[in-house]
């Protein structure tokens, strides 16, 4: 094939012999996929990999591009690649991945070149969510951020996660829970922390607060406030449901809702002092005519416009952090995985490389792998759990080396004394390789390129295409984290070219070679 395809509603195309592709969404730790893969994918209705960072774009190993201009569903199987819903293009962008990438990025998401914060990326981060989740209060984080310090980790970003206000919609501090959160915020920056607060577009639909927030501002149209909250199609506000209920939705898009929240969250900051916020829901599949309880979504409102939005809103702050966005790959954001589960396959460890290099891929190259020992919260609740400390190291380990690394158990709580003391030297370890992965996310900075790679984006045509364990920093640091319960030794594939371990060790590329690996090990190679 040459030239590009376009114009086409549904398309049809083989793969070519030993192609494999990349795409969609980094929710989806499937990819890459080959010709004997089945995998189907909707972007449209987000009804299969709802959420994390998404965009309408596939990339080939021999440098194909599939782009959607709107978003389309796409089928991978019987050695055919299918589209429909949405108008999408099939073009060549090179003969590499990489190529491929570069391709599609000049013409379909440009990198803005913007500076973020690098503190996010210097030392590890510290989130209150699976600590405490909802039981949070203002003795919890103190005592919390001194421990971090008294175990030996450097300050940072410090996430207040849910729980902190009384009710969706208020964005004040639970006074009940905490007293001084001035105090407590200016503690925090004595002792070296940056703080993020946790919110959400959402707003509990009942009581005062809800009730003032639909009358008018006093100076402003009266008419303004009308267009509060996203409307059904009969002109109400729409009731959404989400994973805490059921409430309505701000509309970002709106310049009432934006100045609506915005002076919310400059009461935090100017007030209570704090630096900045983590974005969450406000998913596609959030904002879905699925997920509204009382309607329809007016005709020409999407739920992808809507993400959008409330993703251009809240990434317009210096720090800030998000988990769900739809199109926004080449605008440089502090961006997270969707919460990991406790257990070694399926959506945990094992899904942390291939969902980072996908999210890459799409044009968010500034990835944290969620929290260590993962963010879903409910297997905590399991009545048969039990922390697998073997699977919580390596959870440490496989994130050290990545643009970010956030905690959010407490090592020194969950693990014996041995097994924290692991944690913290995988921490130790990225402060000793911080000036390399630095250097690699001020790269990516003005290219867009990702950081997290996958082995055949560098090392093209080498057999590597089906490596989904390893990852590489940039060019010049390879990374193969274990990944495999009670394993202590792995099989690492070498690239091209000479790989220094840490122990001294040189190993020729173009080779596989049985590394040892026990859990206090790493295995991550220099490029000579």
Request: aromatic share 12%; proline share 6%.
């Amino acid at each position: 094939m040459s030239g590009k395809e376009s114009g086409m509603k549904d398309m049809k195309f083989e793969f070519e012999q030993g192609e494999v592709w990349w795409g969609g969404t980094s929710a989806n730790s499937r990819y890459p996929l080959g010709v004997s893969d089945r995998w189907t994918e909707d972007l449209i209705t987000a009804s299969t990999s709802p959420s994390n960072q998404a965009m309408p774009l596939y990339l080939s190993s021999h440098g194909r591009i599939l782009w959607g201009k709107e978003p389309f569903r796409v089928t991978f199987g019987d050695g055919m690649i299918r589209t429909e819903g949405g108008e999408a293009e099939l073009s060549r962008g090179g003969d590499t991945l990489r190529e491929a990438f570069l391709s599609a990025q000049a013409a379909h998401f440009p990198c803005d070149g913007r500076e973020l914060p690098e503190d996010f990326f210097r030392h590890p981060q510290l989130n209150t969510w699976m600590e405490f989740t909802y039981d949070v209060d203002q003795r919890c984080v103190m005592d919390f951020a001194r421990q971090w310090l008294e175990n030996g980790y450097e300050p940072g970003i410090f996430i207040i996660d849910g729980g902190w206000q009384k009710r969706y919609g208020t964005w004040a501090f639970d006074p009940a829970r905490f007293p001084d959160p001035r105090g407590m915020v200016r503690q925090l920056h004595t002792m070296g922390f940056r703080v993020l607060l946790w919110i959400v577009p959402y707003v509990s639909a009942d009581g005062p607060e809800y009730v003032r927030s639909l009358l008018p501002v006093p100076g402003s149209d009266p008419e303004a406030a009308r267009h509060l909250y996203v409307r059904t199609d009969r002109g109400e506000v729409g009731i959404f449901s989400w994973w805490d209920g059921y409430s309505a939705l701000l509309d970002m898009r709106d310049g009432y809702n934006r100045d609506f929240l915005n002076r919310q969250l400059t009461s935090l900051t100017e007030e209570v002092g704090i630096d900045g916020f983590k974005f969450d829901g406000g998913s596609v599949i959030g904002y879905s005519r699925a997920s509204l309880k009382n309607g329809d979504l007016p005709p020409g409102v999407t739920p992808h416009a809507l993400n959008l939005a409330w993703n251009e809103f809240g990434s317009a702050c210096e720090w800030h952090e998000y988990k769900d966005t739809y199109g926004r790959g080449g605008r440089n954001t502090i961006q997270r995985l969707r919460d990991k589960w406790h257990r070694w396959d399926g959506d945990g460890l094992g899904a942390l490389i291939p969902c980072a290099v996908n999210a890459g891929l799409m044009g968010y190259p500034f990835i944290c792998p969620d929290m260590i020992g993962g963010g879903e919260w409910r297997i905590r609740h399991e009545t048969d759990f039990r922390v697998d400390e073997e699977l919580f190291v390596r959870m440490a380990q496989c994130s050290a080396l990545f643009p970010m690394m956030q905690f959010s158990w407490a090592p020194w709580r969950a693990l014996s004394p041995k097994n924290a003391r692991l944690c913290l030297e995988a921490a130790r370890l990225r402060e000793k390789l911080v000036s390399e992965i630095l250097k690699v996310v001020r790269a990516s900075r003005v290219t867009g390129e990702p950081v997290i790679r996958a082995l055949e984006y560098e090392c093209p045509r080498q057999g590597l295409e089906g490596v989904r364990d390893e990852f590489m920093v940039g060019r010049d640091l390879l990374v193969a984290p274990v990944v495999e319960k009670g394993a202590e030794a792995r099989h690492v594939c070498f690239p091209a070219g000479r790989w220094r371990g840490a122990d001294g060790r040189v190993y020729e590329g173009l080779t596989v070679h049985r590394v040892s690996a026990p859990l206090d090990t790493l295995p991550w190679f220099a490029r000579v």
